[in-house]
């Protein structure tokens, strides 16, 4: 059974910084790329970072280029996104994805609040 679980969320100010972790079990983590998405209050979900299977290529959408970082550790089933810089805008429910077997898979998500 694929299981993704998020978990570090919580309430910060502006200018703060969050890391989130996902746990992943299930499948082979290693072979497989991973993405962070978020989804605001009354908005669609968005992408906001991916990393390739082995760590090597990571990618950001526009909006959180400078200020988040993906990670991974393939031994420890995990992928990560620091997050610096926080906004206001940033508040969003963040779930990490994977394609794998040719299924989606999401995480239940984690809350993030940016408020002072």
């Known amino acids: 059974q694929v299981q993704l679980v998020e978990s570090g969320g919580g309430l910060v100010q502006p200018g703060g910084s969050l890391r989130l972790s996902c746990k992943v079990s299930g499948f082979t983590f290693s072979r497989y790329a991973m993405r962070w998405f978020r989804q605001a209050p009354g908005k669609e979900r968005e992408v906001v970072a991916g990393i390739s299977a082995d760590g090597f290529i990571t990618n950001y959408e526009d909006f959180v280029k400078g200020r988040f970082t993906i990670s991974r550790d393939n031994a420890k089933n995990m992928v990560y996104l620091q997050m610096n810089s926080l906004k206001p805008e940033d508040t969003a429910v963040y779930s990490c994805?994977?394609?794998?077997?040719?299924?989606?898979?999401w995480g239940k998500g984690t809350l993030v609040t940016v408020s002072s």
């Open positions: 994805y994977a394609r794998a077997y040719g299924m989606d898979y």
